[in-house]
């Protein structure tokens, strides 16, 4: 009996090890794809670029409703997209939706409140904002390197900032797409102030200002 009993604990604590490490590897494999998607997007803002006389492409509005000018309005065109304002996900929650679009994160279960869907946020302070708001060249952004472009969001709008960035996604942290297309993952501790509750802007390797 003790004999069994032994068996039975060791068999429990390599099931355990088994789904922890299983549960990893799924991180993992959503995060990668993640970072795949925000790459192409990347792309597609690089190629915008190049047709449109060095503009980075507007905001669009946050709420999703921009139809002739906007970054879900002007980049999809470049990944062979329909119009965001045609997906029937965008203001139904229980519409199906194909996580293999790049529109979404696999780590993000979000769905529409009935107004509108994004799983990734556009930094609003790139073309700036309020009365300064307007598209930029290329060229003119600083360090695009390290320039915030888009992110993985824990809000529902299309655009916005540092305090909608993502805290608890791809292993307590988020991906992060550069204005030079390249992507990166960083830990929520390197954007977030925990004990104030809101984003942080010191982080040298994260521009989010012109």
């Known amino acids: 009996m003790i004999e069994l009993l032994v068996v039975i604990a060791i ?3 390599l099931a355990a090890m088994i789904l922890s490490a299983i549960s990893k ?3 993992k494999s959503h995060r990668i794809v993640c970072m795949g998607k ?3 997007w990347g792309m597609a803002t690089l190629l915008y670029v190049g047709d449109n006389d060095d503009y980075l492409p507007p905001d669009g509005s946050p709420n999703g409703t921009s139809i002739n000018g906007g970054w879900y309005v002007d980049l999809p065109p470049y990944l062979s997209l329909d119009p ?3 997906m029937p996900w ?3 929650a229980s519409a199906p939706i194909n996580l293999g679009l790049p529109w979404f994160c696999p780590s993000n279960p979000r769905r529409s409140n009935g107004n509108n869907l994004f799983h990734y946020c556009l930094n609003e302070y790139v073309n700036k904002t309020g009365d300064e708001n307007a598209p930029i060249r290329y ?3 600083r360090c695009p390197s390290r320039m915030v472009w888009l992110f993985d969001s824990k809000n529902l709008p299309a655009v916005g900032y540092w305090n909608f960035i993502h805290t608890n996604i ?3 942290g988020a991906n992060i797409l550069f204005l030079d297309g390249h992507v990166a993952r960083y830990n929520a501790t390197e954007y977030w102030d925990f004990a104030q509750k809101k984003g942080r802007t010191n982080n040298p390797s994260l521009l989010w200002m012109q």
């Open 170 to 172: 791809h292993g307590a």
């Open 90 to 92: 965008r203001t139904n």
């Open 38 to 40: 925000l790459r192409q």
């Open 84 to 86: 965001y304002r045609e």
């Open 139 to 141: 060229t003119t952004v």
């Open 25 to 27: 590897a799924k991180q």
């Open 11 to 13: 068999i429990g604590i």
